[in-house]
């Protein structure tokens, strides 16, 4: 029967090499376990081939570390699986249980006593060719600068890599679970930190650790999609967001209010000059707006977040201004943090409402206080003082930035729980998640979207993602194309990026064309922050930027006729786990070229997307899958898959097509689209005669 799992214990003695291994007596080779099932394309194997190495199972102390590598005490068959049982050398009694689930495993393993065990390592024989994604939102490890450079080589796989599953800033996306090629996933269920170790150090060995008094293993075998389906289930599942969401987004990263707008035309609005610029701009340009959101600064105080009281110097009549954004079909998003300052923050240190050993930034002007929201106390007066008010007035959605960014990742502190920050690092996003969630919903029901830009196992249950602080080069597109696509396999199913990048020391306009085509295939459109302006007031030449605003149009306009689908592919992501963005060899596997063309995916189960990133690009070589038939949504000719094809590629065309047969619109539709986009874009709307045909709230 297909899928039913086996194991195997095997048992060996060898003689180590005294040369070798430095020691004068027999050694017993670590134990080797093998889990078999018809969905591995070969046995998984727990061992280490070489006397050098420990063992296939270790924990580790302040004393060292001790491996499981002798013959156990007891060996017993339970439940269908088995428990063994050693007496290590530092007098502990440990154990490792194997218990089949179906067609999966649970691998556990405990010490006792375990009041000072630091954390447990695994060890997995691998492939020379196999390929390894999951873990992180990430395009490398480390300082994300890093992801910018020209010359990186890394994608998708990671195999080569080493990662710690610690969340840090900004592209904040973790989950402990990866894919193998293999026909397997781990999740491992802890929010400790760990390492996993893709063969670097050893060629042929994945190495897997995390803190932690014991360690709990899932292991799921099948094809890669079914593989993803299960932990994104496990994890969330994910949640299912209002059909708003799935419109186009704008922002600025600041908003200022100014006397004139753009062009000079003197501000009589009531409300913030830029967000009426944006929304009369927009309107008058045909570009489709869904959702409207405010970053920081808005509130009064030195940062503009002092006790969300809003800034009415910079938001005058800031409720009228939602109302009047609402009465247009523009729902209302806002920024918050996991701190309070002002009056708040003073508050919050009175009752001892903040969390433990949080890191200070010297920049700050005024303090600002990381809650605590392992305390329930804590967590209701955040929501009643702060949140409430905000919510009642229009406030649908949140953008919940930093929960990464000043959390203690110390042994040395306990939040209010008991636990130490160290083990809630990790887990502190999804308790801001959920408490912001919480209120949210109370207020609004499921009219809600909380959008944070980190998030860790749980997270996926109450947010939709952002894809943090990307850089702005060609290189920062390709991090977020990297980003959205892992994002989607580790079970974060509904996310967008800030469209042009967000470290824009000079928009480059030509990756942000791109970039506007690549949004417009995620599951969230989002533009901005756009150096704080529209495309119709750029800094360089054209400073009206036609061909920019005729892409916006164009691609919020596919964007905005794929809502309906784009919802429905949520649903299914939230009944199956199967994400909305999906590499090929999600659902390829059996095709090397799956594999290797990264940037070609699929959105939902009918539309191939193949992202552009590169400067320069006048044509595209992409991998259409076999066993389906292609049509091109540009030209409406039909291609059999099962080739690499090259397509034209200008600046304002991203390579689409719809599988024969699907009921999606193409042919020569987009074309026109583009064509009308254009004769809108050259010209300039009238904002004085907007501005005085407006309806403002009063």
Not at 410 to 435: C, K, L
Request: proline share 7%; glycine share 8%.
């Amino acid at each position: 029967m297909r899928g039913i799992s086996r194991w195997t214990v095997v048992l060996a003695a060898v003689v180590a090499v005294a040369a070798e291994i430095g020691v004068g007596q027999d050694v017993l080779f670590p134990l080797t376990l093998k889990l078999e099932s018809e969905n591995l394309q070969r046995p998984l194997v727990f061992l280490d081939r070489s006397p050098r190495a420990g063992g296939s199972f270790w924990y580790r102390t302040a004393g060292g570390t001790f491996y499981l590598n002798s013959s156990p005490a007891e060996l017993a068959q339970i439940a269908g699986g088995f428990e063994g049982t050693w007496r290590t050398s530092d007098g502990r009694t440990a154990s490792a249980t194997v218990t089949p689930v179906g067609e999966d495993f649970v691998l556990e393993l405990s010490a006792q006593p375990d009041h000072d065990v630091l954390g447990w390592g695994i060890a997995v024989q691998a492939a020379s060719d196999e390929f390894f994604t999951g873990a992180f939102e990430r395009t490398v490890d480390g300082d994300q600068r890093e992801s910018w450079r020209e010359a990186i080589t890394e994608a998708m796989d990671l195999h080569g890599q080493r990662i710690d599953v610690l969340i840090r800033p900004t592209l904040s996306l973790y989950a402990p679970f990866f894919l193998s090629s293999a026909g397997y996933g781990m999740f491992f269920d802890t929010t400790w930190p760990g390492v996993y170790d893709f063969c670097h150090t050893t060629d042929d060995q994945v190495t897997l650790y995390h803190e932690g008094p014991s360690l709990r293993v899932e292991i799921y075998t099948g094809d890669p999609a079914s593989v993803v389906q299960k932990h994104s289930l496990r994890a969330g599942p994910p949640v299912l967001p209002p059909k708003w969401v799935f419109r186009p987004w704008r922002w600025r990263d600041e908003h200022r209010h100014l006397t004139t707008y753009y062009d000079g035309t003197p501000v009589t609005a009531p409300y913030n000059s830029e967000v009426v610029e944006d929304v009369l701009m927009m309107e008058a340009l045909d570009i489709p707006l869904g959702v409207y959101w405010v970053d920081r600064p808005w509130a009064v105080g030195p940062m503009g977040y002092d006790d969300f009281q809003w800034d009415p110097e910079r938001f005058p009549a800031a409720v009228q201004m939602i109302e009047w954004l609402n009465s247009r079909g523009v729902e209302f998003a806002l920024w918050i943090a996991p701190w309070v300052m002002g009056d708040m923050a003073n508050m919050a240190l009175r009752q001892g409402y903040t969390l433990a050993g949080q890191k200070k930034r010297v920049q700050d002007v005024t303090p600002r206080v990381l809650l605590d929201f392992t305390n329930p106390e804590a967590v209701k007066w955040w929501q009643e003082v702060g949140l409430r008010p905000i919510l009642e007035s229009g406030v649908k959605a949140f953008k919940m930035d930093r929960a990464e960014e000043l959390v203690p990742d110390s042994r040395e502190f306990q939040a209010f729980d008991g636990r130490t920050t160290r083990e809630i690092h990790n887990e502190y996003p999804v308790q801001y998640v959920r408490a912001a969630w919480e209120i949210a919903h109370e207020v609004h029901g499921d009219d809600i979207a909380m959008m944070p830009r980190a998030a860790f196992t749980g997270s996926s249950r109450y947010g939709v993602f952002w894809g943090g602080d990307i850089g702005s080069p060609a290189e920062g597109l390709r991090a977020a194309i990297i980003a959205g696509l892992r994002s989607a396999v580790i079970g974060y199913p509904i996310w967008g990026s800030d469209t042009g990048g967000y470290w824009q020391a000079e928009l480059d306009r030509e990756v942000t064309a791109r970039w506007l085509a690549f949004s417009a295939f995620c599951p969230i459109m989002e533009v901005g922050p756009t150096e704080n302006r529209g495309f119709w007031d750029m800094k360089r030449d054209p400073h009206y930027d036609t061909e920019l605003i005729a892409i916006w149009r164009l691609y919020s306009i596919i964007h905005e006729r794929l809502g309906e689908y784009s919802h429905q592919q949520a649903v299914t992501a939230h009944n199956t786990g199967m994400p909305i963005m999906r590499p090929l060899f999600l659902v390829y596997p059996d095709q090397p070229e799956a594999w290797r063309d990264w940037q070609t995916y699929l959105y939902g189960p009918d539309i191939l997307v193949s992202a552009i990133w590169r400067k320069g690009t006048t044509e595209h070589t992409l991998y259409l899958p076999s066993g389906e038939r292609w049509i091109d949504a540009w030209t409406g000719q039909t291609h059999d898959g099962g080739r690499s094809l090259t397509v034209p590629a200008p600046l304002y065309k991203i390579p689409l097509f719809v599988r024969e047969g699907a009921e999606i619109h193409y042919g020569t539709l987009l074309e026109k689209v583009w064509v009308e986009s254009l004769k809108i874009a050259r010209n300039p709307p009238d904002l004085e005669a907007l501005q005085e045909s407006a309806r403002w709230t009063p």
